[in-house]
């Protein structure tokens, strides 16, 4: 059975940071293209980061030089490191794996507020 758990979600302060990391499991994760969404009510799901199989990554523009996506294929998990936090930065982060199927996560809240 395959699933994607995130964690690290919490209540932060403008200017702060989070880690953010996705375990995957029943897949081989190595071969898998990863990627970091976000999402707030009312508004689509959109892209945020992705680190391919052969890891590189891209950002969009909104985050480029805040946020880092990092894989460690020995513990089948994937990261978002988010630092200088912004209130534009509150939703739920969801993770995805892409390969011949795609699998989404359950998702977990991160909310920048003072």
């Known amino acids: 059975q395959v699933q994607l758990v995130e964690s690290g979600g919490a209540l932060v302060q403008p200017g702060g940071s989070l880690r953010l990391s996705c375990a995957a499991f029943?897949?081989?994760?190595?071969?898998?293209?990863m990627a970091w969404f976000r999402q707030v009510p009312g508004k689509q799901r959109e892209w945020v980061a992705h680190?391919?199989?052969?890891?590189?990554?891209n950002y969009a523009d909104s985050v480029r030089g805040r946020f880092t996506i990092s894989r460690d294929n020995a513990k089948n998990t994937v990261y978002l490191e988010m630092n200088n936090l912004k209130p534009e930065d509150s939703a739920v982060y969801y993770c995805?794996?892409?390969?011949?199927?795609?699998?989404w996560g359950q998702g977990t809240q991160v909310t920048v507020s003072s």
């Open positions: 995805k794996a892409a390969g011949t199927f795609s699998y």
């Open positions: 029943g897949i081989a994760f190595s071969n898998y293209f």
């Open positions: 680190i391919t199989d052969g890891e590189e990554r």
